[in-house]
C-alpha cells in the first residue's frame, strides 16, 4: 500500500506531513511512499531529498489523492480535497472533529477512514503519537522567541561599563507543554520567569525548571489535573475572581506575558483584561497561544500583532509551529510514523484499524461508514490522579515549645545514659587485675575523643560529611611526626621505611586538604 502526502493548500502553513527521513522509516513498515512536487519545500525539505529516501513524487494532488491508499498531511481538509477521498481510504491529519462535523459528515459519506492527530489519548503508550504535544512544545518556545524579537531589551541583567540592565520579567499563564517550554527557554535566556497555572500539582515542575511559581491566597479545593488528562478544569467564579485579581496586581511588574491558558473543545478564558493592558509598562510585550480560540487576551487580534496606546504588543499569531517548518515537520511526521507503526503490527505494509485499540480507537473519527467521534473513555486513566496529601496540622507556640522541651529531654537522657555506661565500662577496664596505669591514661583520653568527635560530626550537614571526612583525613595525618623523629636513624631500612612513611603521610595531608577545598566551593553561591 502506498502513503501520499499532499502539499498543504492553506496560505502560510509551511508544515508537511512526511519527511525524507521518516518515510524511510515508514517503507520500513512495508509501505511505498508518495509526496506531491514541492510539499516540503517550504520546510526545507525538496523534491530531490525525497527521491533519494526512495520516494515517488507526483506533479498533482489529484493524481496523488489517486495512487496513494492512506493520505497524512498537518491540516484538516479543506473542501476540495474531501472530495477527493474515496471509499476505504485513510486519512490522518488534525482534524477537530467537536469543530468540524460538517467535514466529519463529508468524509464519512465518501466511504474514507479518518483518523485525527489531534484526538490522540493522552496515555503513557500514545506519549509518542501526540502531535498536540509535539506542536505545542515548538509554539512555546518560539512565543519567547517572537517576544524577545519585539521586546527592547535584554532578557538577562547585564552590568556594564556604560550602565547596569535589569533582567527582563517574565510571566507564562498555564504550565502545561506549551507553558513549560515557554519557561525553560526563558529562565535559560536568563529572565526572572513566574508562571502561574490553576492545577497546584505542577508548582514543583515550574520551580524545577528555575522559575518561581505564583499562588494564590484563596482557600478552594482544585482538581487535580492528573484526572482530566493532564487539562485543566473549569474554575469557579471565585477562583477565576481571585486569580484576575492576582494578575491584576503584578502586570505593572511584568514586561512579559506568555498566555497558554485553552480546554480542548472550548473557547479561551479571558484572563488578561484592558484595564491590566493599560498597567503594563510602555514596550511590555504579549504573546497569547491561545489567539485562535478567542485569546487569552482581551485586546488579542488573530494573526496579527497590534501596539495599544500605551505602547504595549500584542501578538496573536496562530502559525507558531508553521514558522519553525523544518523542526515541526520532523516532530509531526515522527508521531505519523509511531501512529503508523501501531496500525501495522506485522509489519507487511497492510494496516490493521484495531478498534479494540485505546488509542486507534481513540483518534478515529470515521470508520467503515460510521461516524466514531466522540470516542469511548480509555480503559487506561491517562495518568492516575496524585494521591491527597494531608495538610500538616499547624502548631501554636504553646504547643512547639512543649515539643522542643520534651525532646531536650529525651536527649539529654540518652547523653546521660551513654555516659553513664561509658564510665561503667571504664571503670571495669580499670579494675582488671595488673592493668598498668599507663594504659588507662591512654585508654581514657582515647574514649573521650571518640565521644567528643561524635558529639561534633553528628550535628554536621549531612552533605558536608564527605569534605569533613576529607579535612579530618588530612588531620589523623599527624602520624608524620614519628617519622620525622625516626628519619634520622642509623638504620638504613628504618631511615627507607621513614621516608616512605613521610612521603605517604604528605600525600594524605595535601590531597585531604585539596579535595576539601574543591568539596566545598561547590557549596558555594559564585
Known sequence: MKIGTPKEIIAGENRVGMTPASARDLQKLGYDCVIETGAGAAAGFSDQAYQDAGVEVVKTAAALYKAADIIAKVRPPEDAEVKRLRDGQVLISFFYPAQNKDLMEAANAKGATVIAMDMVPRISRAQKMDALSSMANIAGYRAVIEAGNN?????????????????????????????????????????????????????????????????????????????????????????????????????????????????????APELWTKDMVAAMKPGSVIVDLAAERGGNCKLTVK????????????????????????????????????????????????????????????????????????PPPPKVAAIAAAPKKEKPKELT???????????????????????????????????????????????????????????????????????????TNAISSIIILGALIQIGSTSILITLLAALGIFMASVNIFGGFLVTRRMLAMFQKS
Open 303 to 374: 494573526d496579527e500583532k497590534i501596539v495599544t496606546e500605551n505602547g504595549v504588543t500584542i501578538i496573536g499569531y496562530t502559525d507558531f509551529p508553521s514558522r519553525m517548518a523544518a523542526q515541526s515537520s520532523t516532530l509531526y511526521s515522527t508521531n505519523i510514523r509511531h501512529m503508523m507503526t501501531d496500525l501495522t503490527p506485522e509489519k507487511d505494509g497492510q494496516p490493521h484499524h484495531n478498534m479494540d485499540d485505546d488509542v486507534i480507537r481513540g483518534a478515529t473519527v470515521t470508520h467503515k461508514g460510521e461516524v466514531t467521534f466522540p
Open 397 to 471: 507556640a504553646e504547643e512547639k515549645r512543649a515539643q522542643e522541651v520534651a525532646a531536650f529531654k529525651t536527649q539529654t537522657r540518652n547523653q546521660v545514659a551513654l555516659l553513664g555506661i561509658g564510665a561503667a565500662l571504664l571503670l571495669g577496664v580499670g579494675l582488671i587485675p595488673g592493668m598498668p596505669a599507663s594504659f588507662m591514661q591512654h585508654f581514657i583520653v582515647f574514649v573521650l575523643s571518640v565521644f567528643i568527635g561524635f558529639q561534633v560530626i553528628w550535628n554536621v550537614a549531612h552533605s558536608l560529611h564527605t569534605p569533613l571526612m576529607a579535612v
Open 151 to 267: 521586546f527592547g531589551r535584554f532578557f538577562t541583567g547585564q552590568v556594564t561599563a556604560a550602565g547596569k540592565v535589569p533582567p527582563a520579567k517574565v510571566l507564562v499563564v498555564g504550565a502545561g507543554v506549551a507553558g513549560l517550554a515557554a519557561i525553560g527557554t526563558s529562565t535559560s535566556l536568563g529572565a526572572i520567569t513566574y508562571a502561574f497555572d490553576v492545577r497546584p500539582e505542577v508548582a514543583e515542575q515550574v520551580e524545577s525548571m528555575g522559575a518561581e511559581f505564583v499562588f494564590l491566597d484563596f482557600e478552594e479545593e482544585q482538581q487535580d489535573g492528573s484526572a482530566t488528562g493532564g487539562y485543566a478544569s473549569v474554575s469557579s467564579p471565585e477562583f477565576a475572581a481571585a486569580q484576575l485579581a492576582k494578575f491584576r496586581e503584578i502586570a505593572p511588574e511584568m514586561d512579559i506575558v506568555i498566555t497558554t491558558a485553552l480546554i480542548p473543545g472550548r473557547d
